[in-house]
């Protein structure tokens, strides 16, 4: 979506950014998207690594009950 707009786009759509909220305002408008940005990308990192976790902690799960029920029937028949 964005690589189509090229150099000429961008300079356009700086200017009129510049006309509409004036130089005073541009910085604070930068640092208010660069953060959204930012948070929307942890969000979206954590909603992504949750699920490999969740599965992986899952995995775990198993693999330690598989364990434990091997434990539990040897010391059953006492070997």
Same mark, same amino acid.
């Given at each position: ?6 150099? #000429? ?13 004036? #130089?005073?305002?541009? #910085? *604070? ?9 930012? +948070?929307?990308?942890?969000?979206? @990192?954590?909603?992504? @690594?949750?699920?490999?976790? +969740? ?5 775990? +799960?198993? +693999?330690? @009950?598989?364990?434990?029920?091997? *434990? ?8």
């Amino acid at each position: 979506m964005l690589s189509n707009i090229g150099i #000429p786009g961008l300079i356009l759509i700086l200017v009129i950014a510049l006309i509409i909220f004036g #130089p005073s305002k541009l #910085p *604070e408008i930068g640092r208010a998207f660069g953060s959204t940005l930012k +948070e929307f990308k942890k969000a979206t @990192n954590d909603l992504v @690594n949750g699920d490999d976790q +969740e599965q992986k902690k899952s995995t775990k +799960e198993k +693999e330690k @009950n598989k364990l434990v029920g091997i *434990e539990k029937t040897d010391s059953k028949t006492g070997s």
